[in-house]
């Protein structure tokens, strides 16, 4: 049996049809606040940037100050670290004997599926 009170009542004729059982159907839409807090945190990648951020800091603190001169982390996606370097010169040096020893600092720096490979390029 369905409650009518005054607001039903005075809807239902303003309205010209009773809308009542609609709204039942339609159940409640609505959203928790964490929920939308977790949708927003998930579509801006906030764990992705902190990463970035976190490669930056690493890098900076566990290779060669010569080397942080030249060369600069740009992005770290998939496991793989992108890395700008400043010259050929530079490339040349970093990829002929630098590049293991940098790994192998930065993954043991931030684990070995954090940092999987790193790619250098000029620019």
Same mark, same amino acid.
């Given at each position: 049996?369905?409650?009518?009170?005054?607001?039903?009542?005075?809807l239902?004729?303003?309205?010209?049809?009773?809308?009542?059982?609609?709204?039942?159907?339609?159940?409640?839409?609505?959203?928790?606040a964490?929920? &939308?807090?977790?949708?927003?945190?998930?579509? @801006? +990648?906030?764990?992705?940037?902190?990463?970035?951020? $976190?490669? %930056? =800091?690493?890098?900076?603190?566990t290779?060669?100050?010569?080397?942080?001169?030249?060369?600069?982390?740009?992005?770290l996606r998939?496991?793989?670290?992108?890395?700008?370097?400043?010259?050929?010169?530079?490339?040349?040096?970093? &990829?002929?004997?630098?590049?293991?020893?940098? @790994? +192998?600092?930065?993954?043991?720096?931030?684990?070995? $599926?954090? %940092? =999987?490979?790193?790619?250098?390029?000029?620019?």
């Amino acid at each position: 049996m369905q409650r009518s009170g005054p607001r039903d009542r005075i809807l239902r004729n303003w309205r010209g049809i009773d809308v009542k059982e609609l709204e039942k159907t339609h159940g409640n839409k609505s959203i928790s606040a964490a929920a &939308v807090v977790n949708n927003i945190l998930g579509a @801006l +990648q906030l764990d992705r940037r902190q990463a970035e951020s $976190e490669v %930056v =800091k690493v890098w900076n603190q566990t290779v060669d100050p010569t080397v942080t001169a030249h060369a600069q982390p740009v992005n770290l996606r998939r496991g793989t670290l992108f890395v700008s370097v400043d010259s050929s010169v530079w490339l040349d040096e970093i &990829v002929r004997y630098r590049r293991h020893e940098i @790994l +192998q600092r930065l993954q043991h720096a931030m684990g070995r $599926e954090m %940092v =999987k490979k790193i790619s250098y390029r000029i620019g």
